[in-house]
């Protein structure tokens, strides 16, 4: 191994060998929508992951072009936040994650004329799952705190606009969304939107 006149180690040269793909990607019932999961590489130590490519994403034909990052704090198991989007000509893409305890993280398909309108799919998304949900455009996405202490990490397509912000109801019966838990903390503006008039 070659060293710096410091003293401290150069990294070995990498052997030329094809390029392994560093995530796995599942698309759910929902178009466009995927379970995206970090490939491992283990040993002793512990594991090595990337949680972002920007090539693999595009490489998939999904938006990779995302500009904001932000954080959900929630201190208690059984709060609710969501279901909320974007409207155009602002609609996000997102791609969430939890970086500490865990959620049912849920997204609703909203794109009119889509063979899956109004239906809904929910993941465990958790700390040590390390799994993340891709979510695009016209889609609401809310999720459901499993454990006290839970943080959410998001990144996003484009700037929060709060013009632009909408939501649908959490439990309205357009949608039949199965919580895991009793729902025991939603702020005002959450519990009491609008039924989906379409």
């Given at each position: 191994?070659?060293?710096?006149?410091?003293?401290?180690?150069?990294?070995?040269?990498?052997?030329?060998?094809?390029?392994?793909?560093?995530?796995?990607?599942?698309?759910?019932?929902?178009?466009?929508?995927?379970i995206v999961e970090p490939e491992k590489f283990e040993d002793k130590r512990g594991f090595f992951a990337h949680s972002w490519s920007k090539k693999e994403f595009a490489d998939r034909g999904?938006?990779?072009?995302?500009?904001?990052?932000?954080?959900?704090?929630?201190?208690?198991?059984?709060?609710?936040?969501?279901?909320?989007?974007?409207?155009?000509?602002?609609?996000?893409?997102?791609?969430?994650?939890c970086t500490m305890g865990a959620i049912h993280d849920v997204v609703i398909d909203l794109r009119t004329g889509s063979p899956t309108f109004k239906q809904w799919v929910g993941i465990e998304?958790?700390?040590?799952?390390?799994?993340?949900?891709?979510?695009?455009?016209?889609?609401?996405?809310?999720?459901?705190?499993?454990?006290?202490?839970?943080?959410?990490?998001?990144?996003?397509?484009?700037?929060?606009?709060?013009?632009?912000?909408?939501?649908?109801?959490?439990?309205?019966?357009?949608?039949?969304?199965?919580?895991?838990?009793?729902?025991?903390?939603?702020?005002?503006?959450?519990?009491?939107?609008?039924?989906?008039?379409?």
């Amino acid at each position: 191994m070659r060293r710096l006149d410091s003293g401290k180690c150069l990294l070995p040269r990498p052997v030329t060998q094809s390029r392994k793909k560093e995530m796995r990607f599942t698309e759910t019932k929902l178009s466009g929508a995927f379970i995206v999961e970090p490939e491992k590489f283990e040993d002793k130590r512990g594991f090595f992951a990337h949680s972002w490519s920007k090539k693999e994403f595009a490489d998939r034909g999904l938006d990779s072009d995302l500009v904001e990052c932000s954080i959900s704090f929630n201190h208690k198991r059984g709060t609710l936040r969501g279901m909320h989007y974007q409207a155009a000509p602002h609609g996000q893409v997102k791609l969430v994650r939890c970086t500490m305890g865990a959620i049912h993280d849920v997204v609703i398909d909203l794109r009119t004329g889509s063979p899956t309108f109004k239906q809904w799919v929910g993941i465990e998304l958790t700390a040590v799952n390390r799994l993340m949900l891709y979510i695009p455009r016209d889609f609401a996405h809310g999720f459901q705190t499993l454990a006290d202490e839970t943080e959410v990490f998001y990144q996003m397509s484009g700037v929060y606009r709060p013009e632009s912000g909408r939501g649908v109801r959490w439990n309205d019966s357009a949608f039949g969304i199965s919580w895991p838990e009793e729902v025991t903390m939603i702020n005002e503006r959450d519990r009491t939107c609008a039924d989906l008039k379409q």
